[in-house]
């Protein structure tokens, strides 16, 4: 694994099946699990025709995301075998079908966490897919009901085809590889500090300095915030100065704690552990807000409601973002320069690279770069 962004190969050929109606079923090369302990093994999918609101992308990036991790582990519910993971996808449009007038092949594109929605509630009328009514579908391992229940299968693959609704534009001005990460870690720490209408002279800090943490502390300083970064390991003190933090507190430190009190507007968690909240809520200033972006397995400890009611703070948590806001993200990340800092894996390091998240190991995000697929076999496995 090394990092930067090496010159691919040539992409795997896909194989076209003619289905003699709408179109063709291509079969794409793949990565997948086909147990909750196979690891990742070499699939191969097939990928329906376009229909008249789809958009047939050849992939040449995905980020590799903590969830994945447990998704194809079966960590937190056991999925439908095979699973091909992967909601951080970034291609160029090869197919679009008849009422899509918003792309064109040659378009460089992505598709997010999400690949449907009902459409209908209130929540997806307002922009907010994340928080669906009637239950988003996601981009792996969710029954499809608008194609027969099909599972959807994610982006470790060669080419994915989306309704166009779910699909967005990534700007020139962004490296492809470098943005795949955007469309997870990058609106998931967008959306919170957009909502919180975070801006020039706020202060915001950072919990946790990983994958989140680093988009966060980007972003924040792209909006102008000051930004503090809580770590527990003096050890990413340089790193969280280097990405762009002012101030950096060792939170296990009772004094450096103390230091902070009151200092804070709105933070950031990104730890996906179980911690204690109220030394956090205690560098709170009036009005200030705490969003839980990391999601513990276990039981956190209990928040003091003394805390929150003495400062009138809130204490919120924060899903994705929808697909107009993961656009305008986009935008403003190309318009601020910001990207994920990111190590580039072929495929046959994904297992090495799920052991290496697990162990913290990796600064910030791993891609895969699809051109390291094997070509796809003659048959489907899903």
Same mark, same amino acid.
């Given at each position: 694994m090394t990092p930067g962004r090496p010159v691919p190969p040539p992409l795997a050929k896909p194989i076209t099946l003619d289905t003699g109606d709408t179109g063709s079923t291509t079969l794409a090369a793949a990565y997948g699990a086909t147990s909750p302990d196979s690891g990742l093994v070499p699939? /191969?999918?097939a990928r329906r025709a376009p229909t008249a609101d789809d958009v047939e992308i050849a992939i040449e990036f995905c980020g590799l995301c903590h969830s994945d991790v447990h998704a194809t582990r079966g960590e937190w519910r056991v999925p439908p075998y095979p699973l091909v993971p992967g909601h951080e996808i970034v291609g160029r449009v090869t197919r679009v079908g008849s009422a899509v007038k918003e792309f064109t092949p040659g378009d460089y594109v992505g598709v997010g966490c999400l690949v449907d929605s009902c459409r209908e509630c209130e929540s997806c009328l307002d922009g907010l897919e994340q928080y669906c009514e009637r239950g988003n579908i996601g981009t792996y391992g969710a029954a499809d009901p608008r194609h027969g229940d099909a599972i959807t299968q994610g982006g470790y693959s060669t080419s994915v085809v989306?309704? =166009?609704r779910f699909v967005v534009r990534v700007p020139e001005a962004l490296d492809p590889a470098a943005a795949a990460p955007l469309l997870c870690a990058g609106i998931t720490t967008y959306s919170p500090l957009r909502y919180f209408d975070v801006e020039e002279g706020d202060a915001v800090g950072v919990v946790g300095l990983g994958g989140l943490g680093h988009m966060a502390v980007k972003i924040a300083k792209a909006m102008g915030a000051e930004? /503090?970064?809580f770590t527990t390991s003096e050890s990413k003190f340089d790193a969280a100065r280097e990405l762009g933090a002012d101030h950096v507190?060792? @939170?296990?430190?009772?004094?450096?704690? *103390?230091?902070?009190?009151r200092s804070i507007d709105v933070i950031i968690d990104t730890v996906a552990a179980p911690h204690d909240l109220n030394p956090y809520f205690r560098t709170l200033r009036l009005d200030g807000a705490l969003f839980q972006l990391g999601l513990p397995a276990d039981e956190m400890p209990p928040v003091s409601p003394g805390l929150l009611i003495r400062r009138r703070l809130a204490y919120a948590g924060s899903l994705i973002g929808g697909i107009e806001e993961t656009q305008e993200m986009l935008?403003?990340?190309a318009e601020h320069g910001v990207? @994920?800092?990111? *190590?580039m894996v =072929?495929?046959?390091?994904?297992?090495e690279a799920y052991d290496r998240m697990v162990a913290g190991d990796v600064k910030y995000r791993f891609v895969l770069d699809t051109s390291t697929l094997q070509d796809p076999s003659e048959r489907a496995d899903a």
């Open positions: 699939l /191969t999918l989306v309704d =166009r930004v /503090t970064v507190v060792l @939170s296990k430190d009772a004094d450096a704690m *103390e230091a902070a009190n935008d403003f990340c990207a @994920s800092d990111i *190590e =072929r495929a046959d390091q994904l297992n």
